[in-house]
């Protein structure tokens, strides 16, 4: 029997990217995501680039963890940013929950840290940090307007060539704690070869967080990243 419908299948209601602009008519903040393994060093990352961005920028910081506030409680304590710029998401399940799947609890964060601080002349750059998590983590393109995904040399030379959509689609790959490669066994030529690969032309930074200036080229990713936002017509 022919069923004769104007669609053969209904729309599907997905998250779209958040407005560029906030209710009065300004640019509202840049959001990046940052996700990867469990100590691959996001935190690290995340208190590096609020250290090197946070004169130049206004910054803060959305956390998720699980069962806790741990990350958002070890940037506090190391006072990367003022305690009214961090705030935490206690996903209580896998973090891709929070992150792609339900993004409401961090959507909301957002929006009250955004809220907060525009009496301080607003927000430039909001950090989302995903809870550990494996290589298929990714953020809802409805919660951030850019990715990060950082691995570690200690988790062995084949993250690269495993790939995942972590690796292979985050707008910057970071390779962190490259000064343990020799203690490790981990070849960072093969490492780079098989990062290249997998991405193509998307960018792939290779560093120390200990190192100093270690953060910087990632610090200039976002740099580049915010320009660019702010080119973009709205």
């Not at 599907?12 to 691959?40: C, E, K, Y």
């Not at 951030?144 to 691995?151: G, K, L, P, R, S």
Request: proline share 6%; charged share 25%; hydrophobic share 45%.
């Amino acid at each position: 029997m022919h069923l004769d419908h104007p669609e053969a299948f209904p729309e599907r209601h997905t998250w779209s990217a958040p407005d560029a602009v906030r209710p009065d008519g300004t640019r509202r903040a840049l959001r990046v995501g940052l996700g990867g393994p469990v100590g691959s060093g996001k935190t690290a990352t995340v208190a590096a680039l609020c250290r090197a961005l946070r004169d130049e920028l206004s910054v803060a910081v959305v956390t998720n963890d699980i069962y806790t506030r741990e990350d958002a409680a070890f940037l506090l304590r190391n006072a990367v940013l003022p305690s009214d710029r961090i705030t935490a998401v206690e996903t209580g399940a896998c973090p891709h929950t929070a992150i792609r799947d339900d993004i409401s609890a961090n959507l909301e964060a957002v929006e009250e840290l955004e809220e907060a601080i525009a009496p301080a002349g607003g927000l430039d750059l909001v950090l989302i940090e995903s809870g550990g998590d494996n290589l298929t983590a990714t953020f809802s393109k409805g919660l951030v307007d850019a990715q990060i995904f950082v691995i570690d040399v200690a988790g062995g030379d084949d993250i690269p060539r495993k790939g995942g959509p972590g690796v292979t689609t985050a707008d910057l790959l970071v390779v962190n704690k490259t000064d343990l490669a020799p203690y490790v066994g981990s070849d960072l030529d093969r490492m780079a070869r098989d990062a290249a690969e997998q991405r193509g032309d998307l960018p792939v930074v290779m560093t120390s967080l200990v190192a100093e200036n270690g953060v910087e080229p990632i610090a200039d990713w976002v740099r580049e990243r915010r320009a660019a936002w702010l080119a973009e017509p709205v």
